[in-house]
């Protein structure tokens, strides 16, 4: 039930993908918040590559079992905003707190999902029909944050401190994936060498994790100076322009001729996993946390003779989000550092083309509610 200081409405508006890279901005009834779930009002919402993959190609997005073209689906995930309303047994939060959210909720009784694997659920997608499983992923297999108002399962909330802006709040689901990869899955040690290929939003906040974690040194690769001179104000201790610099080299060179403990690959070029394995020690490990558009060949002569561990992730489960905003909540970085630009809702469509296009040095672009 709806209290006095917040006036909900009964309808919103939001933005549905049409025909691929076709979006229309509609009105849709306000959802309910039902059993263990609360009514966001959303604040602000990140672009995430992966939205603009859906747009363009449909997956991974999954609606009623199919791409979701021509399904009044609303895309986005990475959002944060404020609780207008509860849903029955709601007593975690209360209405007027800021929280973040996690994109996964999952069924919560598949064997991933009670492992603490969410974002691996075995039924994801199966919320429609006879297949209705409890499957919820913002964005993905459900209604996600492009409008003004989302329902989520409280298991995916996290606090958002009153000193933290909503647009840097917006980035604690990225800070959660680099978390994932590193820590949750990757196992990183304080005192563990790190590279990471690849300045984007995922590669820059992973080089902030990693240093708050103790990772000693974290070596940033790329091809744009101005996104390695972020990398340097995140804490990365040496930055190698590919475009210029011997990626090997460099970090053999750094390295006293070994590699590096762990590899964090987050350009997806074609070639990236074949190199990324070749810069790691003997029983390093390689996180890949993007992909190519197309199959790539890689030396597995190389990664079983030298004991590599090779593993990819999605999203951030475990609780990893959780993890980052604490960390984020602490200070222990300035995710800040990767948002560049704003846009209101109604221009989402200019703030797509940014993010796309990386115009005028776009890294993170937030779309503000109000």
Not at 76 to 83: N, P, Q
Not at 130 to 140: Q, S, V
Request: aromatic share 6%; charged share 20%; with cysteine.
């Amino acid at each position: 039930m709806a209290v006095a200081e917040f006036d909900i409405p009964k309808t919103m508006k939001a933005w549905v993908l049409d025909d691929p890279d076709e979006l229309s901005f509609v009105s849709k009834p306000v959802p309910d918040a039902r059993l263990a779930e609360v009514l966001i009002r959303i604040d602000a919402v990140a672009i995430c590559a992966t939205d603009l993959e859906i747009i363009s190609h449909g997956a991974p997005a999954l609606i009623e079992g199919e791409l979701p073209f021509n399904k009044n689906f609303t895309p986005g995930h990475e959002f944060m905003g404020t609780i207008v309303d509860l849903g029955p047994s709601v007593d975690e939060f209360a209405v007027g707190d800021r929280v973040a959210v996690e994109i996964h909720a999952g069924c919560g009784r598949c064997r991933r999902c009670r492992e603490g694997m969410y974002t691996s659920c075995h039924n994801y997608g199966m919320n429609y029909g006879d297949h209705r499983k409890g499957h919820r992923a913002n964005g993905y297999t459900t209604d996600g944050a492009f409008t003004e108002y989302a329902v989520n399962h409280v298991n995916t909330l996290v606090r958002v401190p009153d000193f933290m802006s909503d647009e840097e709040a917006t980035l604690i689901v990225t800070a959660g994936t680099a978390v994932y990869g590193l820590d949750v899955l990757g196992g990183l040690v304080a005192g563990q060498s790190l590279a990471v290929t690849g300045a984007g939003p995922i590669g820059l906040l992973a080089v902030a994790v990693a240093k708050a974690l103790g990772a000693e040194p974290v070596i940033l690769t790329d091809i744009v100076e101005d996104r390695l001179e972020i990398g340097t104000r995140l804490g990365a201790d040496l930055v190698v322009n590919a475009t210029y610099e011997s990626v090997h080299d460099t970090i053999f060179a750094a390295t006293n001729g070994r590699g590096v403990d762990f590899v964090f690959e987050c350009s997806g070029a074609p070639k990236a996993v074949d190199e990324a394995i070749k810069l790691v020690n003997r029983g390093g490990r390689v996180c890949l946390a993007a992909f190519a558009s197309e199959p790539a060949s890689v030396d597995v002569r190389h990664i079983v003779t030298n004991n590599i561990y090779l593993f990819g992730i999605r999203g951030e489960g475990q609780s990893a989000v959780r993890r980052a905003a604490a960390l984020m909540a602490q200070k222990k970085f300035n995710a800040s550092l990767i948002h560049t630009h704003t846009f209101p809702l109604k221009e989402l469509p200019t703030g797509l083309r940014y993010a796309r296009e990386k115009l005028d040095g776009a890294i993170k672009v937030v779309i503000k509610n109000h």
